[in-house]
């Protein structure tokens, strides 16, 4: 069924149902892409916060170091154990990627299990003694092993930081390409009710003044029958 054969009930109906599916997926464009974000804003404090338990597990270890191991030392190295921990498995949590999480098992996940396991001298007390060489080129090995790490932590959080940027740009493009075709269907639908409506009731108007207007009254029927066919042109 063509346009011009819809009456104007139908067409207002058409225009509402294409009008709510715009606007539908116009909310749904914010809510996706507001998750998102969301999600990896939450991938990027996860990080930070990784960051913050490596530098407090090296802390822990140096004083174990210069100490050989005091309860204070060790249960800052335990906290920051479990703190980082946590936030791996958070970071894991919020990656739905399974490339990312892949990724960041291989980047991080697997260097922080080599880390673990040397660090069992540092959970006890007299466990290390800087003034060996062999606990010296563990130590030092230690923290070379940490300081990759970080460099990775610091990488896959640019990465997801970047990923939450992007998400916003397209999300706003979205949002303003809907917003587009939400104006373009309002003023089409406007057009066509205008045509529809407001110019029969013109050519209806002038017709009634063209009728009045005829002083001879044996014609007005004719000239009225003649005149009506304005309203279906």
């Known amino acids: 069924m063509r346009a011009d054969d819809m009456t104007i009930g139908k067409k207002l109906i058409y225009a509402s149902m294409v009008s ?18 969301m999600e990896s804003s ?11 338990c490596l530098q407090m597990l090296f802390r822990g270890v140096n004083e174990t170091l210069l100490t050989q191991g005091t309860p204070k030392s060790i249960e800052i190295t335990r906290q920051a154990l479990g703190c980082f921990d946590e936030a791996h498995s958070l970071a894991l949590a919020t990656e739905h990627d399974e490339k990312i999480r892949t990724a960041i098992l291989e980047r ?10 040397e660090l069992g001298p540092y959970m ?10 062999k606990t010296m080129i563990a130590y030092g090995a230690l923290i070379t092993s940490g300081e990759a790490l970080m460099k990775e932590v610091i990488s896959m ?10 998400t916003i740009s397209q999300t706003r493009h979205y949002v303003i390409l809907i917003f587009i075709l939400i104006l373009v269907s309002m003023v089409s639908l406007h057009m066509d009710l205008f045509r529809s409506i407001a110019m029969p009731l013109k050519r209806l108007r002038s017709l ?25 042109a």
Request: proline letters at 0%.
């Open 124 to 133: 006890r007390e007299n466990g290390v003694n800087h003034d060996e060489i």
């Open 208 to 232: 009634m003044i063209d009728i009045s207007g005829d002083s001879d009254a044996r014609h007005k029927g004719l000239y009225a029958g003649l005149r009506s066919e304005r309203l279906t």
């Open 157 to 166: 959080r640019a990465e997801a930081a970047a990923r939450m940027d992007e």
């Open 108 to 117: 991080a996940g697997l260097r922080w299990e080599a880390i673990r396991k």
């Open 42 to 52: 939450t991938a990027v404090k996860a990080y930070d916060r990784q960051s913050m």
């Open 20 to 37: 709510i599916a715009l606007f539908s997926l116009l909310a749904l464009t914010g809510w996706f892409g507001y998750s998102s974000v």
